[in-house]
C-alpha cells in the first residue's frame, strides 16, 4: 500500500513531468514558427539539437538530405561541420602540450622547417589566429587545389610561399584558415600519427563518435552524408555545391559529424573528459579554437562554420548548461543567426523574425544602372545578370550567387544573408555600394574606358 506521503511525491513529479513536456512542445512550435518564412524559402535545411543539461529537449529536422531522392534530415545525417573543425583540432594540439609532445611557447619551425618565413610565430599565434599567415581560402592557388587530393604536409608547401601579413602578435586577431592546416601538421609531426588517425584514436573513439571523421580519402562520401547545396538563383533556387576535395581543409573545417556526436563533443569537453579542468580554461581564456563572449547576458562559447554546401553552429552556454546545435545542408549563412534566435526563444526575451522575400519586378533601365564591377580595398566585386537574374560574383563564394531587388536601392544576397545598398548619383547610376551595416567600406563603381 502505497503512503500517503510517497503518494504525494509521485503526482508531484508526474506534474513536475507534464509540464516540463508542456513547455518543450510550446518550445518546439515556437521554433517550427520562427523558422516558417525561411522554410517556405527554403532557405534552410538541415538539423537542430538543444540539450538542457545533457538531456536532449529538441531534436528535429528540416528539409531533405538528398533533394534527388527525397531523403529526409534526420539525427542519423551526417554534416560537413566546416569550421567547427577547430575547436577539435585546438583540443587535441592542447591534449599533446598535456602529454609533454610539445609546448604552445614552441616556434613553429621547430615542427615545420619549411616555414622559415615564419620563424617568430608561435603554436600559440596558430591556435588564436595572430600569426601574420595569410588565409589561404583568399589565395588564387586556393582555387587550383581545392579540388584535388591534399594532405597537411602538401598543405604546408602551399603555405610557405605566402608573404607575411603582419608580425606575429601585432595584430590582436586576423582569422586565417592556414593557421589550422598547419596545427594539423603539427599535430602529425609531434604525434606520429596522421591528423585524422590521431583524432579517431583520442577523441572520437573515446567518445564512441561513430558517425564523424576526418574526410581524408578522395571522392568517398560516408554513408548517410547530406548532399550540400548552394543558393542557384532567383528566390528559392539551390543546386549541388561545386565540388571540393575536404583534404583541403585539413586541421581547418574536414570532419564530419551528425548533431547527436557533436553534443557529445560538447559534453565531454566541458565536462573536463578531454582535457584537463585547467587547461580547458586557459583553452577558454585564449580562445583556442572558440569564440568566448556573451550572448543576451550569458556567458557563452560558440563557433560556427561555412563551407561549399553547408552551414554550421554551435553553442554553450555554461550557466545554464545548454547546448544548441544547427547543421544545415545549404551553404546560406543562416545557422548563427538561428542559433541565437533559438537563445532569445529559450530566454523568453525578443527577438528578430526572418523576413519573407518579397520579389520586386525591376525593367532594364535597373539593370543597367548596376550592372558593373565595384572596387573594395581588398577585394572586387560583379554584378551582372545571367539567366535573366542579377547576380553576385565576387572570390568568394566560389559560384554566382544571387541577388534579389526588394527595392530601389538595396539587393538581397542569398549567400550572405544580408543586404546590399545601392548609392545613386543624380543620374540615377549606381555610383557605389556597401554592405548593410556597414557604411564605411564601400565599393566604388568602377569606370571603364
Not at 220 to 249: C, H, I, Q
Request: net charge negative; charged share 20%.
Amino acid at each position: 500500500m502505497i503512503s500517503p506521503k510517497c503518494l504525494v511525491i509521485q503526482l508531484y513529479l508526474l506534474l513536475v513531468a507534464v509540464m516540463s513536456f508542456a513547455q518543450v512542445n510550446e518550445f518546439g512550435t515556437k521554433m517550427d514558427t520562427f523558422l516558417k518564412p525561411l522554410l517556405q524559402g527554403n532557405n534552410f535545411s538541415g538539423f537542430i539539437l538543444i540539450a538542457d543539461k545533457g538531456e536532449i529537449i529538441v531534436s528535429k529536422g528540416y528539409g531533405y538530405s538528398d533533394i534527388e531522392f527525397e531523403k529526409e534530415n534526420s539525427a542519423d545525417t551526417k554534416f560537413q561541420i566546416a569550421s567547427l573543425s577547430k575547436t577539435f583540432t585546438a583540443a587535441a594540439i592542447l591534449l599533446l602540450m598535456e602529454r609533454g609532445k610539445l609546448k604552445l611557447s614552441d616556434p613553429i619551425v621547430a615542427y615545420v622547417p619549411e616555414l622559415d618565413k615564419y620563424k617568430g610565430v608561435t603554436i600559440h599565434h596558430l591556435l588564436n589566429h595572430t600569426s601574420g599567415i595569410p588565409d589561404i581560402n583568399r589565395q588564387e592557388i586556393y582555387k587550383k587545389i581545392r579540388a584535388s587530393t591534399n594532405t597537411a604536409e602538401s598543405l604546408v608547401d602551399v603555405i610557405k610561399e605566402f608573404e607575411p601579413s603582419f608580425k606575429p602578435g601585432e595584430k590582436a586577431y586576423s582569422y586565417s584558415n592556414s593557421n589550422y592546416n598547419v596545427l594539423a601538421r603539427i599535430i602529425e609531426v609531434s604525434s606520429s600519427k596522421s591528423y585524422g588517425d590521431f583524432l579517431q584514436q583520442n577523441i572520437f573513439n573515446k567518445l564512441e563518435m561513430v558517425n564523424s571523421g576526418h574526410r581524408e580519402v578522395s571522392k568517398r562520401s560516408p554513408e548517410n552524408m547530406a548532399e550540400g547545396y548552394v543558393p542557384s538563383g532567383g528566390y528559392e533556387e539551390v543546386m549541388k555545391a561545386p565540388y571540393l576535395d575536404w583534404t583541403v581543409k585539413t586541421g581547418n573545417g574536414s570532419l564530419c559529424a551528425t548533431p547527436n556526436d557533436l553534443l557529445k563533443w560538447v559534453d565531454a569537453l566541458m565536462a573536463g573528459q578531454i582535457l584537463k579542468s585547467n587547461t580547458l580554461q586557459f583553452m577558454k581564456d585564449n580562445k583556442y579554437g572558440w569564440f568566448v563572449g556573451e550572448k543576451l547576458g550569458e556567458e557563452a562559447m560558440y563557433m560556427n562554420g561555412s563551407s561549399p554546401g553547408y552551414n554550421g553552429y554551435f553553442g554553450y552556454f555554461p550557466a545554464q548548461e545548454l547546448t544548441i546545435i544547427v547543421l544545415g545542408n545549404y551553404d546560406i549563412a543562416l545557422a548563427t543567426t538561428i542559433g541565437n534566435g533559438l537563445l532569445a526563444m529559450w530566454k523568453g526575451v525578443e527577438f528578430e523574425k526572418f523576413p519573407s522575400l518579397q520579389p520586386h519586378s525591376v525593367e532594364q533601365s535597373f539593370i543597367d544602372q548596376i550592372q558593373g564591377e565595384y572596387k573594395f580595398h581588398y577585394y572586387t566585386v560583379e554584378i551582372l545578370v545571367r539567366n535573366g537574374q542579377i547576380g553576385y560574383r565576387s572570390g568568394y563564394p566560389y559560384y554566382d550567387v544571387s541577388m534579389i531587388p526588394i527595392g530601389k536601392n538595396k539587393l538581397f544576397n542569398r549567400f550572405f544573408w544580408t543586404n546590399l545598398v545601392l548609392e545613386r548619383d543624380e543620374d540615377e547610376n549606381v555610383i557605389s555600394i556597401y554592405w548593410e551595416g556597414n557604411p564605411n567600406q564601400r565599393g566604388t563603381r568602377v569606370t571603364k574606358d
